[in-house]
């Protein structure tokens, strides 16, 4: 006999999600997290998407610990000297079903670990799953670094984040290319809370979200700022391959942003709490794992479910969405006695029939997009080229027109026009 029916490992977003979907169908499940507590290890950008906990935690936006919700979303296009922003905000983001908000993983990580325990499952705290049991190619159970802590189970389902080694030890990842991965990093810094409410605009519990492009030099990336309640994230997401090859290191990268005339205003005065960085699998569904074998399930960012599509950095909702969908296909799985890859073949199908997959496909080519040269340095360069030229006023000269500004800073930022329609058509093909 099994130890339980299900062994989770790792618990973010994605494990705590399945275990709530496995105690809740009745079943015995542990939830393994080599952290002291959920959420200890994590970091992320800062914005987390809650809608798909609408039916999982009805009402969450009551308890879930949220430093600000995101009213203000703004896509800042900058070169080395100017910023050409586009700045979004509606009230409505501002109350009930919300749209994003800004919360510390360590908090929300053990939140949503919380609803999973209070439904039965058993969290087991500082241990880390070494390896996986195995009965010929099935899956039986994992290894744990405690004194005779192997576990076993009729299903493992593993959510134990980005370069998931028990994804990879089950033979699931055919190959990990460094050129799919991207390096986030971040600095919390802290200002007073109605700094914040002046410099950004906002009031109360509302907050902003900085997406932005163009400001990490010549490594291909984006940059980000976010707004809680009394501190900022502030932070760059870079090309792996890129930055080991520029040597440039991302602090100093992240150093240039924060200096940046359209940056600094904002941030300064703060004081940095902390430093952190993180991988992130970046190429989605082109670099999706098998999802699973017999008598296991990968999940989150385990099995690079992260959608990093350029105005998107979604990854905590993903992760939720597939962890629970894992869950649901495990205890389903369990009761019908089958946890054979074949028994486990809903966990796909839900999947595909939800955002998680359905987003992954249709944005497929989103990441190499929005890498590009193309997209990372000429146009930056081009649009504020034509920003300040349309808003310049240039008398005695007469206003040249902006047939006349597109055709002179094309030329001026070596942009060929058949790259921008090309490049356009597939992007209306992806985001369209
Ligand atoms: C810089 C950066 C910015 C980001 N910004 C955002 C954002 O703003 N919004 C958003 O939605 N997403 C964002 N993401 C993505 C998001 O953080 C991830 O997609 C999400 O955390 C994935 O959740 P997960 O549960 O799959 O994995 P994780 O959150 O990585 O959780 C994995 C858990 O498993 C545990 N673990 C790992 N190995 C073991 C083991 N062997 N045994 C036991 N426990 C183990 C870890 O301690 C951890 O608790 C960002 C990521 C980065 C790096």
């Known amino acids: 006999m099994p130890d339980v029916d299900a062994i989770v490992v790792g618990a973010g977003p994605a494990g705590a999600a399945a275990a709530l979907e496995l105690a809740r169908a009745g079943r015995s499940v542990y939830l393994l997290e080599r952290g002291p507590f959920p959420g200890s290890k994590n970091m992320y950008g800062g914005v987390v998407y809650g809608r ?40 409505s983001w501002g109350r ?77 990842y055919p190959h990990t290319d460094p050129a799919n991965f991207t390096v986030g990093v971040k600095e919390t810094i802290a200002l007073p809370r109605e700094v914040i409410d002046e410099r950004f605009g906002v009031r109360g519990d509302h907050g902003v979200d900085y997406e932005i492009v163009g400001c990490t030099g010549d490594v291909p990336g984006g940059g980000f700022l976010y707004t809680n309640t009394d501190t900022l994230s502030v932070g760059l997401v870079l090309s792996l391959p890129a930055l080991a090859a520029g040597g440039t290191r991302p602090e100093e990268l992240l150093r240039r942003m924060k200096e940046h005339p359209a940056i600094a205003p904002l941030v300064e005065g703060g004081e940095v709490k902390e430093y952190s960085a993180h991988v992130i699998p970046e190429a989605g ?38 962890g629970a969908a894992a869950g649901r296909a ?33 944005l497929r080519d989103a990441p190499h997009l929005v890498m590009s040269d193309l997209a990372q340095r000429q146009l930056p360069g081009l649009a504020c080229g034509v920003a300040e030229r349309m808003f310049r006023v240039d008398n005695p000269e007469p206003k040249p027109g902006l047939r006349r500004i597109l055709r002179q800073e094309l030329k001026r930022n070596g942009v060929k026009v058949r790259d921008v329609v090309s490049h356009s058509l597939r992007a209306l093909r992806t985001f369209g």
């Open 330 to 362: 495990a205890a389903r799985a369990l009761q019908r006695g089958d946890t054979s890859n074949e028994g486990l073949a809903g966990y796909r199908s839900r999947l595909e029939s939800s955002f998680v997959l359905a987003d992954h496909r249709k």
């Open 285 to 322: 569904y082109d670099m999706m794992p098998e999802l699973s074998c017999d008598g296991m399930l990968v999940a989150g960012d385990a099995a690079a479910m992260c959608l990093a599509a350029g105005i998107w950095l979604e990854g905590v909702n993903f992760a939720i969405g597939s």
């Open 96 to 172: 009930p079903p919300y749209n994003g908000a800004t919360a510390y993983r360590p908090d929300f990580d053990a939140w949503l670990a919380g609803k999973a325990t209070d439904a039965g499952a058993v969290l087991v705290t500082s241990t880390t799953a070494t390896g996986l049991l195995r009965d010929g190619d099935r899956v039986v159970g994992v290894r744990t670094d405690r004194p005779d802590g192997d576990l076993t189970a009729d299903v493992v389902i593993a959510c134990d984040g980005v370069n998931s080694f028990l994804a990879k030890e089950a033979g699931l």
């Open 52 to 91: 798909i906990l609408d039916t999982l935690v009805p009402g969450w936006w009551d308890e879930a610990p949220v430093q600000r919700w995101v009213t203000r979303r703004a896509t800042m296009i900058m070169t080395g000297h100017q910023a050409l922003t586009v700045d979004f905000r509606t009230e």
